[in-house]
């Protein structure tokens, strides 16, 4: 079993930016792929981008390509989200997901753990 914890959400004016971060604890090595997912109300859960264990490969929705970073710190057994450039689109509560495996996905459905979330609003 892999339990996820995010932090770093908050309230911040658009244009500002945000950390997010997500421990893993219980056996963080046995997934390879960490992801955040984001959902806003009335919304279904949005893939926003995932990171392989190696860092070498990422893959990044449209809309938050160019304005938010993921990468993680495999001693630490931590992932983060730097968000730049934050709109009030991006208001939502972020998730932090981890799957096995060597692909990664995009769907909510191929995580198997997930963390209990963090909010993100952006004041416009």
């Known amino acids: 079993q892999v339990q996820l914890v995010e932090s770093g959400g908050g309230l911040v004016q658009a244009g500002g930016s945000l950390r997010l971060s997500c421990a893993a604890s219980?056996?963080?090595?046995?997934?390879?792929?960490m992801a955040w997912f984001r959902q806003a109300p009335g919304k279904e859960r949005e893939f926003v981008a995932a990171i392989e264990r190696s860092g070498a490969a990422t893959n990044y929705v449209d809309s938050v390509k160019g304005r938010f970073t993921i990468s993680r710190d495999n001693a630490k057994n931590t992932v983060y989200l730097q968000m730049n450039s934050l709109n009030a689109e991006d208001t939502a509560v972020y998730y932090c997901?981890?799957?096995?495996?060597?692909?990664?996905?995009?769907?909510?459905?191929?995580?198997?753990?997930w963390g209990q979330g963090t909010q993100v609003t952006v004041s416009s």
């Open positions: 219980g056996r963080p090595s046995s997934v390879t792929i």
């Open positions: 997901a981890a799957k096995t495996g060597r692909v990664i996905e995009t769907r909510p459905l191929s995580y198997d753990y």
